[in-house]
């Protein structure tokens, strides 16, 4: 089977602008988690979709939002860019009758 | 509320030699442990998982983990390091209370030494 894919890989934003970042899950797998990880934070949970519902949240200002489509794909989209937004943003899914978690490559986004 | 400590941040081994990575957690409920690694610049990769069936569980690459209840504890060990180990390595406690959360450690890195 194919691993959880994210794209894109790297972006460069500026301050204020907004961000969409992808996630396709492992086939089959219905639930999908975000994760934020920084040097200074380490990693951080955002949210969980399962079945295109929000079923968990993290400590994270509105302005991380996500959601998720019919066919599993996840989206996380950021608003209102900030320095402090820069980060790995890992994507990690898993079936629906286990809680083991597998992650995809990461997107790294960079706000200048 | 379940919780996560890895007591060193980084340790240092010589190629060839031990690996110890202690982890130590709290939780309410029966937990699921696992052992996750990540290469630089790379996702987190699965090494292994605790779920109550053995409390010795075998990984990938030689590693292997010890469930102690009485100590609270899931180290993560290997016999003799490779210099392709070296990495960062999480250990993370699952709440299956109703939904899977992950509650990830501090991570600690491992540098092995020629």
């Known amino acids: 089977k194919a691993g959880v894919t994210q794209t894109p890989r790297y972006l460069i934003k500026t301050r204020g602008q907004q961000v969409t970042l992808s996630c396709s899950p492992i086939?089959?797998?219905?639930?999908v988690s975000w994760y934020q990880q920084t040097p200074g934070q380490g990693l951080q949970f955002l949210f969980e979709?399962?079945?295109?519902?929000?079923?968990n949240k993290g400590n994270f200002p509105g302005r991380f939002s996500g959601r998720q489509f019919s066919n599993s794909r996840s989206e996380m989209n950021v608003s209102t860019l900030e320095l402090g937004d820069s980060a790995l943003y890992l994507c990690?899914?898993?079936?629906?009758?286990?809680?083991?978690?597998?992650f995809g490559p990461g997107t790294r986004l960079t706000v200048l | 509320a379940q919780s996560v400590t890895q007591l060193d941040s980084h340790v240092s081994v010589s190629e060839g030699t031990p690996v110890l990575l202690r982890c130590n957690y709290s939780s309410s409920y029966s937990p699921s442990l696992f052992w996750y690694v990540q290469h630089p610049n790379k996702g987190l990769q699965l090494l292994l998982k605790y779920t109550s069936a053995a409390t010795l569980v075998k990984g990938i690459n030689g590693f292997e983990a010890e469930f102690k209840k009485s100590e609270t504890s899931f180290h993560l060990t290997k016999p003799s390091a490779h210099m392709s180990d070296a990495a960062e390595y999480f250990c993370?406690?699952?709440?299956?209370?109703?939904?899977?959360?992950?509650?990830f450690g501090t991570g600690t890195r491992l540098k092995v030494l020629a």
């Open positions: 086939s089959g797998h219905r639930s």
């Open positions: 993370v406690v699952s709440e299956t209370s109703g939904t899977y959360k992950y509650i």
């Open positions: 979709y399962f079945s295109e519902t929000q079923r």
């Open positions: 990690a899914s898993s079936g629906g009758t286990t809680d083991t978690q597998y």
